[in-house]
């Protein structure tokens, strides 16, 4: 009987506590990627306020931005209207 409630019944049975790990695993797991990603955006944050090679190619990316003396030539099929930044 003594078995049969460690392993089924109580607040702190064998089934609830491998449950709770598999849990505090996926968590674990799911930490490990927004710390990934939150390097990833501050790396993005510091490349957009500090590095004026980045200002420009999004200018000339997303605005068709260009500097004095230089020419656009724009092909059929050129995609060069999206409006999506790297």
Do not use: C, H
């Amino acid at each position: 009987m003594a078995g049969y409630f460690a392993v089924f019944g109580g607040e702190y049975s064998l089934l609830e506590m491998q449950r709770i790990r598999q849990e505090r695993a996926l968590e674990q797991q799911r930490l490990v990627q927004a710390e990934a990603e939150l390097v990833r955006l501050r790396a993005r944050v510091d490349s957009l306020e500090n590095d004026s090679a980045t200002i420009e190619r999004i200018a000339r990316e997303k605005w068709g931005m260009i500097r004095p003396g230089e020419r656009v030539y724009r092909f059929e099929g050129d995609s060069a209207g999206r409006d999506t930044v790297r």
